[in-house]
């Protein structure tokens, strides 16, 4: 069975940093291209950042553009995301998703599979 676990996040201050991370059993990742998506109380979910499962081109938010970085570990079967200067707008549960497109989209209907989600709260 297709499985994604998220896993890292908690609670940081303002500038602080947390790395993600999404760890797949039951399928190869690299096959995969995978998203991370969060979602805050009252709000809808929004695309973060993706990764091609071809390629490995990236594609990011403007929102955390220059401060998140996705990246694979083919060798772990795991895909991270580091977040630096966080802010408290950056507080949400954090999703990972994976598709079987190659296109680094953040579409969460183009998404097959999805994790639990962990949360990420950033406060003083």
């Known amino acids: 069975q297709l499985q994604l676990v998220e896993s890292g996040g908690g609670l940081v201050q303002p500038g602080g940093s947390l790395r993600l991370s999404c760890a797949a059993s039951?399928?190869?990742?690299?096959?995969?291209?995978i998203g991370w998506f969060r979602q805050a109380p009252g709000k809808e979910r929004e695309g973060v950042s993706c990764?091609?499962?071809?390629?490995?081109?990236?594609y990011y938010a403007d929102s955390v553009k220059g401060r998140f970085t996705i990246s694979r570990d083919n060798a772990k079967n795991t895909v991270y995301l580091q977040m630096n200067s966080l802010k408290p707008e950056d507080t949400a549960v954090y999703y990972c998703a994976a598709r079987t497109g190659s296109f680094a989209v953040v579409i969460t209907s183009a998404y097959d599979y999805w994790g639990q989600g962990t949360q990420v709260t950033v406060s003083s």
């Open positions: 039951g399928f190869t990742l690299d096959y995969y291209t």
């Open positions: 990764i091609s499962r071809r390629d490995g081109s990236t």
